[in-house]
């Protein structure tokens, strides 16, 4: 499911990440704005979902593959 803002942040201490630091860049108009850039980006490659990847602009439809041989035959 979501997880929430406060359930981002308690995950973030707990790995080690300054509350304070990580707050402020949650809250960061610059962090929103490369995030949805990216997203924007993924769609126009075709992604719809998590996780996604792209190769030099196309989308590795899919998902990944399941080991590093698959990643070589790329």
């Known amino acids: 499911g979501r997880l929430s803002d406060d359930k981002l942040a308690e995950i973030a201490a707990k790995v080690g990440v300054n509350r304070d630091e990580w707050q402020q860049c949650f809250e960061s108009e610059d962090t929103l704005a490369a995030v949805q850039a990216d997203e924007a980006e993924a ?30 035959t790329i």
């Open 43 to 72: 769609r126009s490659f075709g992604i719809r979902g998590t996780p996604g990847f792209s190769i030099n602009g196309q989308a590795l439809g899919g998902g990944a593959p399941a080991n590093m041989d698959g990643w070589r």
